[in-house]
């Protein structure tokens, strides 16, 4: 099979790079080497792991960069966490559709501080893949759709791209129709 590329960025196999994706992630990868061999890892500057930046130095379309947001709420006393994964021209649809199957009175962030303690990833490049047990991940549908989709790999100086029909095996996933919503300006 082989390697999900894109122009102008040099893909590697992942399962032989592990070093370029957080501690937390490699240890997934390691658990699913199936899942793993489908994915291919990017070295890229720090300075470029936010979306906007990288898109506009490699070329790339927005609705095939995924991004990662952390989100939590509570009900009875529980806290409920999430990562919402959602093509990058969206927004994920925290206050409605998350929240919902969530099942919480009210959705927000997960405080930055805290997601990057509890994943054990930078802030900027958060990753579906490795996430702590329990947490739920919600992607959105029409990122399965895409040949190849970038996301974070829980460091800033790499990102992963997945086939997005692959985010379907992702351990946990819930492929949620609508999880984005269009940006409004």
């Given at each position: 099979m082989p390697l999900p590329a894109l122009p102008g960025l040099?893909?590697?196999p992942l399962p032989e790079r592990l070093d370029l994706v957080a501690a937390r992630a490699a240890a997934a990868l390691s658990a699913d080497p199936e899942f793993a061999g489908r994915l291919a890892v990017v070295e890229i500057d720090p300075a470029l792991a936010d979306t906007e930046a990288l898109v506009a130095a490699y070329d790339l379309d927005l609705a095939a960069s995924?991004?990662?947001v952390v989100i939590s709420g509570s009900r009875g006393g529980e806290e409920?966490?999430?990562a919402c994964v959602v093509p990058a021209d969206t927004r994920a649809d925290v206050n409605n559709l998350a929240k919902r199957r969530l099942d919480v009175r009210k959705a927000s962030f997960h405080p930055m501080?805290?997601?990057v303690?509890?994943?054990g990833m930078e802030y900027g490049g958060i990753t579906p893949v490795g996430l702590p047990a329990g947490w739920?991940?919600?992607v959105d549908a029409a990122l399965t759709g895409q040949d190849v989709v970038v996301i974070g790999s829980g460091l800033r100086r790499s990102k992963l791209l997945i086939p997005g029909a692959a985010f379907a095996d992702l351990p946990g996933a819930e492929i949620v129709d609508g999880l984005g919503r269009p940006v409004t300006t």
């Open positions: 040099t893909s590697l995924g991004n990662c409920r966490i999430a501080e805290r997601a303690a509890e994943t739920r991940i919600f």
